[in-house]
């Protein structure tokens, strides 16, 4: 199980071990496929990064300080660790609410945004009905995404 990715689109994501030795395989729309084996050992989580485990642990904060670290390897500008009130997990991504697009990103940004977030949207979607869906909560006490039925 996913547990975080990373918030720039990189492969790098942290499970949970929940299925040892299981192959997990995805294939996505554009016929990209992703496969994935979980470790056997009894570490309750994993680091996998562009499909390989590279470190495994039982302590939480252990695997998500490595996690930070990978991140950080790829990109200069991550989140870092989890904080509770600052960010909220969107698909697995920490998402703060400096992070929201505004009416001042352009529609490709806002589509950058829901892309990274393994959130879909329609192609004919304008900007505005794309900013409509997302509505910060008062007080930056998290981020809802509205659902949308896609036709």
Do not use: W
């Amino acid at each position: 199980m996913i547990i975080r990715r990373c918030s720039q689109g990189h492969r790098v994501r942290l499970h949970r071990n929940t299925t040892p030795n299981a192959v997990r395989t995805k294939t996505y729309a554009d016929g990209t496929v992703e496969t994935l084996t979980y470790p056997s050992s009894g570490y309750d989580y994993f680091v996998e990064v562009d499909g390989s485990v590279v470190k495994r642990s039982d302590s939480f904060k252990t695997i998500e300080e490595y996690f930070v670290s990978k991140c950080a390897d790829k990109h200069d500008d991550g989140h870092g660790r989890i904080i509770i009130g600052k960010h909220q997990l969107v698909n697995g991504v920490a998402t703060s609410q400096d992070d929201l697009p505004s009416s001042s990103n352009t529609k490709a940004e806002i589509k950058d945004f829901y892309d990274k977030r393994g959130i879909s949207y329609g192609s004919s979607e304008t900007k505005n009905e794309l900013l409509s869906r997302i509505i910060p909560l008062k007080d930056g006490e998290g981020i809802e995404l509205a659902k949308k039925v896609q036709v």
